[in-house]
């Protein structure tokens, strides 16, 4: 086992030279212009049009009601749910979430309902809220970063590799709670500390972790496994070091354990997350419904693959098919850096410090991996789930970098720095560029219909529910990038393809994803569904 080294507060910049900090204020600002730039030039996919749907007050029953119903309707028709509803409240969002999406809980949505109240429902506006949070994580990671390490210049670091970091400019300009929750998982590790670390003034330091739980819980269901981990850091630390050694504050009663105060915090919080737990509970089968498409296994491969895409697009997210090699060996730098980091906090810094971090990466990583491991699942394939994982690996990389400046050859620290800083810089650029990305999901060749769509002279769009009933969303998201002139035809259940405008020769008709039941339809009736749109397979009659 190697030796282990110990450093004192600020050790390593006592015996550093002095780092370029003023480099990193001009970084600082084209991240922050990074995360506004394009804000609408990208597709608003499905999950981006059910917040909107949700914060303005709809459920999807009522919307499938109202526009499949054997009529013509044009996109701006469409996008009229997009705005809040007319005579609506917040009750509304609430109860449009608590019905059909109850595990999703209300915060960010409410959120984004009042947001939509002062600055409209445009995609920059919509996004611009996600965006805000992303912004207000950086402030959050730099006190962080500062209360773990005590040294501005691991805080700086660190700061910018979140800045920078394409994984989280890509979901700052999502209209999703993901930003919320990084902000939440940042700002509640950060009390957490201070909490321990100051415990002369328990209610007020155990107060703001417990109303930070509150609403990482109200946020998403995952933050409860960043609570999972800072329950097992307590105890951890309880268990390694001795109870005289608690109280690192002036002024703190020596022997007092954190364990205690840490539980009260819990269950305040439980408590006053309980309405919506009870919601959850009492939606159970509606929840599993609409998570069911997690219970496919992958295959051990392609769990690993995406793994790797998962924690390396923090620093590098240039994408050249997910079975082309070219886009692993790519990643292999920054998966060695990641493991490199993590080794050496672990072997340069006090147990507090290793062992939060460490805990903060595994430990939400491990309850999403083991069921998928043991049930056959794939949840863990999911980026957007790891969310609360990444802060830890972007501490640790920074304590790397801050640790690293005195210790290897100059050149060798700037070609490493000048690897992340590069590989950030074109990820983000490259993607602010394309109209989709991969976090776009079932929505990803919305855009490339929609282009072909607008191509043709007289579109038609002919559509259903759809067997999965996700059609809703998606023929909301291509009605922002379709031509006004476009007209969708919606079947009901109880429409029959044989009807005469349903065959109209002068229209250049497209299938949107049609269902099962309307492709029996048509080959019973000896109807040619001449250009197909269905999931990935996009078979247009001929190029317009």
Known sequence: MPQRVIFQKNSFLKAAAPFPMLALVPLMVVAVFLHTYRLDGKLYWHDEVYTSIRAAGYQRHEIGDEIFRDRLLHPSDLLAYQAIKPGSSSQDTIRSLAIEDPQHPPLYFLMQRWWMQMFGSSIAASRSLAVLFSLLALPGMYWLSLELFSSPLAAWLTTLLLALSPFDILFAQVARQYSLLTLFTILSSWFLLRALRLPERPFWHWGLYTSTAVGGLYTHPFFGLTLIAHGLYVLARQVLMPPTRFALGSGARKG???????????????????????????????????????????????LIKFWVLSFTALFFDLDFGFNNPVTFWLRVPYVLLILMSCYEVWRRSPSKIWLFILVMILVPFLLLVLPDLLLGNKRSTVSRYLIPCFPGVQLAVGFWLADSWARIRRSLWYSIAGLLLVGSLTSILVSSQANTWWNKDLSYFNGAIAEYINALPQPLVISDEGN?????????????????????????????????????????????????????????????????????????????
Do not use: C, H
């Not at 079947?491 to 002068?506: H, I, N, Q, T, V």
């Open 256 to 302: 007092r354990s954190p364990f205690r105060p840490f539980l009260l915090s819990m269950a305040a919080a439980t408590l006053l997350f309980s309405p919506w737990l009870w919601v959850i509970l009492s939606n159970f089968g509606r929840a599993m419904a609409t998570t069911d498409w997690a219970a496919i296994f992958p295959g051990y491969v392609t």
């Open 468 to 544: 999965d009933w996700t059609n809703l969303g998606d023929l909301i998201s291509l009605s922002y990038l379709l031509k006004e002139q476009t007209q969708f035809l919606l079947l009901s259940p109880e429409a029959r393809l044989s009807k005469p405008e349903m065959l109209s020769a002068s229209k250049d008709v497209i299938y949107f994803r049609p269902s099962s039941r309307i492709k029996a339809q048509a080959e019973a009736y000896r109807i040619p569904l001449k250009g197909i749109i269905d999931n990935d397979i996009f078979q247009p009659a001929e190029t317009p």
